[in-house]
């Protein structure tokens, strides 16, 4: 139901999944009155799918408390993520309102044992190929120790989305030196150095620019600046988009230009465009949730439910809960009572 | 001196000026052996400034603290600085480091009386025109009071820059409602729209893709955030730019093209020219002091120089002042003693 346009861009979405991805079984979760017309304009996707129809759907406008109060239980996106739950489904995706949707997975499948928070993770095209970018948004801060668990869990994504054996990682900190603050940020740094662990290879800080030039496989941050980095970059790309069209529009040499460089231009569209690396996944959670943009259509849609399989047939999951073990294991005993004092000062609201 | 190329860029860069502002002055601090050569090949130079021999040098590795170490009272940079405090210049410009130049500038200059804490603003070019961004970078953090000092700081220098009665400023958000933390953001939100300032327009949140829209002109966040928004800007841009080279390099087709539409693209490059918006300015100091990329060319820094004196013909520091005092009037006094609460809960380290 979820994303500006509902049905009328998930349904035909899968209609193309099923070309490329034809082992791929749905559980379509919808309004009856709004999916089943759509349903039945694209008979391969009812039969590669089931279809549960429900009572009620939470809207882009809700809040995130109030999608929890009126939604819980019976709405579609309650009842998606409840599929990964039980083992109905492997993984959710929804183009729906994304505070109600990390609200609902995190009271439904709830954080991971040894997480504090969960996280939500970009791809993001960079020179080399292409990246992992956490948190974009779930949460605003981080401590050290949320920090490290953002980077053991995007390294998990990126080993089971890109097929490398140890991506490298970054924390995202600022260039200036001695600069004050961000305690939090040297000392995850310093926890990612000592513990050394297998499955990664720490690089050290990158700065802003350090994520589209692809210098390392993840990119590590807390949700506020996560955030305005993944908006910037997509302001400044169809920022430049305009200019280009503008540039090559304004004589007719290049009107002929454009012309002739026409499907150099397309492919230059295909790589810029945010609909092919669609998706944030939150991760943390017991369960894969992917969040699709709102306002994409039916070629991102498809690209957010490939992720969501592409992640479920690499164990992403197992993965992480044996890439935490491992770091726990290796955590000496003195960082593993910081953070209970740590956890102590929070609850006290220090 | 500053910079990676020092007087070898910066002296040809005044030349530049010269020509498009010819009743500018310059006072050119650095040393005499490296110095010299530049001024006599550019004898123009040496006619329109006063060169000021000194005995040292901050370097570009040099930290802050050993560059106040070493650097005070003799270094080239020290004294740059000094002729703004001693009325000898208007404004200082600078290529060299900006930990260095901020460290020394705060010692020298002094924070201005109502302003707690200085910061450096970017000109970053929109689809509209331009805007002014800040704090990118000067410190990690800000309370609200900071960052409606930064929303004055930054109106003015908008007001000055870009011939604005009345600019509209937005506090950089992330997008996700109910979102915890960040409290200082909504805060500053409420205390710009309680005083409802004649010299701005308090617009509300913006994110990160509003900076490139232009949907305000000036765009106030803390130093993290600020400086990660505009190196990943930044990087977006090189991005493109690198796919763009790539795509009209393929085949034949896209060559012919790009040789009709070859005036497009470099007008394209030059609207994608960092060098055209080059130069942070700090702002809350008692007097202005700009900051050139280091890496900058001749071009970049003329214009870094350009913005210096294009700031100081429209009096920014007089309306900074101003400004700060009509705020300042119409502050209701709980809220000023608020202020008093949040420095002493600073000082104790709370």
Redesign the interface.
């Known amino acids: 139901m979820g994303g500006d346009h509902g049905p009328a861009v998930t349904v035909p979405a899968l209609d193309r999944v099923i070309e490329r991805r034809p082992d791929l079984r749905f559980r379509i979760y919808g309004l009856e009155a709004e999916t089943r017309p759509w349903l039945d304009k694209y008979p391969r996707v009812a039969t590669a799918g089931t279809f549960v129809p429900c009572e009620i759907a939470v809207s882009m406008s809700d809040?995130?408390?109030q999608a929890l109060r009126h939604g819980r239980w019976k709405s579609s996106m309650w009842k998606a993520i409840e599929a990964v739950k039980t083992g109905e489904a492997d993984v959710c995706v929804s183009a729906g309102n994304?505070?109600a949707l990390?609200a609902m997975s995190k009271f439904c499948l709830r954080t991971m044992a040894s997480i504090e928070r969960p996280a939500i993770a970009a791809i993001w095209p960079?020179?080399r190929a292409e990246g992992v970018v956490l948190d974009v948004?779930a949460?605003?801060?981080a401590d050290s120790h949320q920090l490290v668990d953002f980077a053991i869990l995007g390294c998990a994504m990126a080993r089971a989305l890109f097929s490398l054996e140890k991506p490298s990682v970054g924390l995202?900190n600022?260039?200036?030196?001695?600069?004050?603050?961000?305690e939090e940020v040297k000392e995850a740094g310093r926890l990612l150095r000592d513990t050394a662990l297998p499955f990664m290879t720490y690089h050290g800080f990158v700065?802003?620019?350090?994520?589209?030039?692809g210098t390392v496989d993840v990119v590590v941050?807390e949700?506020?600046?996560g955030?305005?980095?993944?908006?910037?970059?997509?302001?400044?790309?169809?920022?430049?988009g305009?200019?280009?069209r503008a540039?090559?529009n304004?004589?007719w040499?290049?009107r002929?230009?454009?012309?002739?460089?026409?499907?150099?231009?397309d492919?230059?569209r295909e790589?810029?465009d945010v609909r092919k690396s669609n998706g944030g996944v939150f991760l943390g959670l017991n369960g894969i949730v992917v969040k699709s943009h709102g306002g994409t259509d039916e070629e991102g849609f498809a690209a957010a439910v490939e992720l969501g399989y592409d992640m479920v047939r690499n164990r992403l999951l197992d993965s992480i809960k044996s890439d935490l073990e491992t770091f726990h294991a290796r955590l000496p005993r003195t960082i593993g009572s910081m953070r209970e004092n740590a956890q102590e000062r929070e609850e006290q609201g220090i």
């Open positions: 809040k995130p408390s994304t505070g990390m960079n020179l948004g949460t605003i801060g995202l600022v260039g200036v030196e001695e600069i004050k603050g961000q700065e802003g620019d350090d994520i589209g030039k941050t949700g506020f600046s955030n305005i980095a993944l908006k910037t970059a997509e302001g400044t790309a169809r920022q430049i305009a200019y280009l540039a090559m304004r004589t040499r290049a002929i230009g454009y012309l002739f460089a026409r499907p150099a231009f492919r230059l790589k810029m």
